[in-house]
């Protein structure tokens, strides 16, 4: 029960401050249809060349095949070492899981810029020995991500794990199922929620990634924020526009619909556990 | 015999994460550090560079400067937000937070682009402060410092808020109460109560954006048009401008360093507040 409650004062605020975090979105919106070739806001009369320029435009088209493969990919790749790895300390328990866990999440905590130069090392050294797995390569960029957003997969299924019950895995146990019957017949399946989570957020943090991905490709391979980048730096290209309008109203409806969703859920389920707390208090 | 190939399997589970970043992180790492020592030619000379070069140095001030009045205005906004976020009714907290996490999962490269679309020459405050008659001239609101310290301000609320919201759900609600009731003025109850109790939120908040800010990479890159160059963007220059591998070695080096020493505070601070409360 909250009796503390904000003045108008905070109000007005926090309101300020929200249209400080919405405008750029909203800003996004009239320059996206802007008739002119350059950054500018639509005058009289608005047009959709620049949308058109996303469907006509091979290069787009290609970026964006290129970045959903690159997501896939890695976030396999991600998902899966993240789940054994989590796995195994969970079965286990061993002693020296805190500093395990601090190291494989190093490449989230680093400063970005540093993780980029060392997998611009990583990756030219590797392009000496091999062509295919290297600089400017679709297997490197999988590569690179795959270590960037492994941490994100290691800590949302290591919170999951903590929330799973161990009884069902120690009666398991204790009939006579094996390490690898445990998993994949009583654990994975009770974790598939937390792992589909995870590769969801790691195709997301792959899709989006571009201060690595700027380290590591210079002409093969542009991913779509390595092309929105180049779109940025110098004269700004309204098809940049387009594309974030298209991105920004994706994001909007994903995220609404998990909210909505929520609320609706805990709603129903806020009921029961409302009337213990009046109860307790 | 059963129990050897058990522990064998749990091995086989938990050894490829740990190798692969081994391989593919760590030494890797040691080569950029080795870079830093050998780079144009051996010795000491890219970190004498570092702490001697006026314009290393200048980069080096640049962030902190930015990073320090970025870490103040972010820290303050977000306590403000987190405020309404945690005391609000149900329906206003809900809409708060949609509106803390659109930002959060929108990407950095559009997010600088919208700040570009709001503040550049021609852009939507220009022709709104021009056509009430505010100004005359457009004012020159990006590719400059003030562009890059709002878009990392941008960015880094919502990650301020976390922290500083989970600080003001764990306060006990009846103190403030009780202050109030043995009649404190509610300025008085938030300054003297709930500013202190909300501090260890406050100092975790500060610590966040100010590790965050030394590193920004991409947002000062756009938004401070290679004008208002940040140490991130400095390295960028180095490894593929000037190639200078020797000295983004170093620098990396130093950042790192910088960064670990800061989490080392923040774990050391976090832990004696759990200590005391």
């Known amino acids: 029960m909250t009796v503390y409650r904000p ?12 249209v400080f975090l919405i405008a750029p979105l909203f800003a996004v919106v009239p320059t996206s249809f802007t008739p002119s070739s350059y950054l500018s806001l639509p005058s009289g009369e608005w047009s959709l060349r620049h949308y058109q320029t996303l469907v006509d435009n091979p290069q787009w088209r290609n970026s964006m095949l290129l970045s959903v493969s690159i997501g896939i990919g890695s976030s396999l790749l991600a998902t899966l070492l993240a789940t054994s790895f989590a796995l195994g300390l969970w079965i286990q328990r061993p002693r020296f899981s805190a500093p395990l866990i601090g190291f494989v999440i190093l490449p989230m905590i680093v400063p970005p810029v540093v993780s980029a130069v060392t997998l611009y090392f990583l990756l030219t050294s590797i392009s000496k020995v091999s062509t295919a797995l290297g ?3 679709w297997a490197g960029v999988v590569l690179a991500h795959t270590v960037m957003i492994a941490p994100f997969a290691v800590i949302l299924i290591l919170v999951a ?7 069902i895995d120690m009666a398991a146990r204790g009939m006579g199922a094996s390490l690898w019957q445990r998993i994949s017949l009583v654990i994975v399946p009770n974790l598939r929620f937390g792992i589909i989570t995870a590769f969801f957020l790691c195709f997301v943090l792959s899709w989006e990634e571009i201060g690595v991905t700027l380290f590591i490709t210079s002409v093969n391979a542009i991913t779509l924020p390595r092309l929105v980048w180049m779109g940025l730096r110098d004269n700004v290209d309204p098809a940049v526009a387009a594309v974030s309008v298209l991105l920004i109203a994706a994001t909007i ?21 409302r009337v213990v707390t009046t109860a307790a208090g | ?6 522990k064998l399997g749990i091995l086989a589970l938990i050894a490829p994460l740990p190798l692969f970043l081994v391989f593919a992180y760590f030494l890797p790492f040691l080569g950029v550090v080795q870079w830093s020592f050998t780079l144009p030619k051996p010795g000491l000379e890219q970190y004498a560079r570092v702490f001697a070069d006026p ?3 200048g980069v080096f001030i640049r962030t902190l400067r930015v990073s320090l009045i970025v870490t103040l205005l972010t820290t303050i906004a977000a306590y403000a937000l987190s405020y309404l976020w945690v005391f609000g009714s149900r329906s206003v907290r809900v809409v708060v937070e949609f509106f803390i996490l659109i930002p959060f999962w929108i990407s950095t490269l559009t997010r600088a682009f919208g700040w570009l679309a709001l503040l550049y020459n021609r852009g939507i405050v220009n022709s709104l402060l021009q056509s009430v008659g505010v100004i005359h001239e457009p004012l020159v609101l990006v590719r400059n410092e003030f562009g890059v310290i709002v878009g990392m301000m941008h960015f880094l609320i919502p990650f301020a808020v976390l922290p500083l919201a989970s600080s003001m ?5 009846r103190v403030l109460m009780a202050a ?9 109850t938030f300054w003297s109560i709930f500013v202190p109790m909300t501090m260890p939120g406050i100092i975790g908040a500060s610590i966040i954006t100010f590790i965050f800010s030394l590193g920004f990479f991409i947002t000062p890159a756009i938004l401070g048009g290679g004008r208002s160059v940040l140490i991130a963007e400095f390295i960028y220059v180095q490894t593929f401008q000037t190639v200078n591998w020797g000295l983004a070695g170093a620098m990396s080096v130093v950042l790192v360093l910088a960064v670990g020493m800061l989490i080392v505070l923040f774990l050391r601070l976090t832990r004696v507040e759990k200590l005391v409360g």
């Open chain 1, 7 to 18: 003045g108008p004062f905070a109000f007005v605020c926090s309101i300020m401050i929200i």
């Open chain 2, 180 to 188: 109030r009731g043995m009649g404190s003025s509610r300025l008085r």
């Open chain 2, 1 to 6: 015999m059963v129990r050897l190939k058990r």
């Open chain 1, 135 to 137: 600089y400017d390569t």
């Open chain 1, 253 to 273: 409806i994903i995220l609404a619909g998990v909210i909505f969703a929520r609320e609706k859920w805990s709603r129903m389920s806020a009921r029961p556990s």
């Open chain 2, 169 to 173: 759900r764990h306060l006990d609600q």
């Open chain 1, 161 to 167: 794990l903590s929330q799973l019950d161990r009884r």
């Open chain 2, 55 to 57: 314009v290393v140095q």
